[in-house]
């Protein structure tokens, strides 16, 4: 064999290798999204394909989020980002498409119905002035949206759905992941339904209600201590306390991200405890599981 038959061989070959080698074997994917359980959700279906930037850290408060310069340099040369719906998207989206003109936008939370922010509606509402209905019928919508298996199914597959648009060549992967992932958050689903079957109709206190979507899901009331970062007032509190009383509850929830002041005062008044549940951790499957233990043993 010629040297020359040699080169073009291995010329050929390195053409083969070139066009038919996945991407992720010379580059991941930069992707960005808002918070970790999101980032666990990305990481699920994209694997080793991607490398998955998060903007909201543990113990931030996603209400009054704002990027950090070293962030936004992260931004300008992702590939995409996975909007999730929160608050702080609104004013950050705009200055993406001048920063990054080639970055893609993903709504994840398309097809998702946004619920408006729950209230204590209900407790005393006899009591409710005309200008506090007013505001309440205000209340900006509920954007805890991945706090519920359902709701996780549709933000999955919006993932899956862009990572094979965008990446082609890896579409069988994405796509092997998605259904491996979804047989797990459909198994989840099956055992908090059964968990929390006997508790359908009951009642759960939680100081920031990060947990309407999973209590509709679950045939539960969530009744929120806090609305949309106001603290309750004095008659919501006494109000709060009687509920408590009556249906005999004795958890008030809390979320790591917040002061826990307000409800230990709370939990001291009805003779209670406060337990922490992070609507915001990373490994979404295990919180999942631990979230319906401990919803299951405070609702009343």
């Known amino acids: 064999m010629s040297k020359i038959t040699k080169m073009m061989i291995l010329i050929l070959g390195f053409i083969v290798v070139m066009f038919t080698t996945p991407l992720h074997a010379f580059q991941k994917l930069p992707v960005v999204v808002s918070i970790l359980p999101e980032k666990y959700l990305v990481g699920r279906v994209g694997g080793d394909l991607v490398n998955v930037d998060v903007l909201i850290q543990p113990g931030a408060d996603p209400h009054v989020f704002e990027p950090k310069p070293s962030q936004m340099k992260i931004l300008a040369k992702a590939k995409i980002f996975f909007a999730l719906g929160l608050p702080f998207e609104d004013s950050l989206l705009p200055r ?20 408006p922010m729950e209230t204590r509606s209900g407790i005393h509402d006899h009591e409710r002035s005309e200008q506090e209905n007013n505001d309440n019928k205000r209340l900006p919508g509920d954007t805890h949206i991945w706090n519920s298996p359902g709701n996780v199914n549709r933000i999955v597959r919006n993932v899956t759905s862009a990572l094979v648009r965008l990446d082609p060549l890896n579409r069988d992967i994405y796509l092997d992941n998605c259904f491996s992932f979804l047989f797990e958050v459909d198994e989840i689903d099956f055992s908090l339904r059964e968990m929390l079957f006997e508790k359908r109709g009951s009642k759960f206190l939680v100081f920031h209600p990060a947990w309407g979507y999973f209590a509709r899901e679950y045939g539960l009331v969530q009744v929120p201590v806090e609305i949309e970062g106001k603290e309750a007032k004095p008659s919501d509190i006494q109000a709060l306390i009687e509920l408590a009383k009556k249906d005999k509850i004795e958890v008030v929830l809390v979320s790591p991200q917040f002061s826990d002041k307000s409800a230990q005062v709370l939990a001291r008044e009805i003779k209670g405890r406060v337990v922490k549940i992070d609507p915001l ?17 405070a609702a009343k």
């Open 96 to 115: 993406l498409k001048t920063l990054n003109p080639d970055l893609n936008l993903i709504h994840v939370d398309e097809g998702i119905f946004i619920y």
């Open 281 to 297: 951790a990373e490994n979404w499957l295990e919180n999942m599981k631990k979230v319906g233990q401990i919803i299951r043993e």
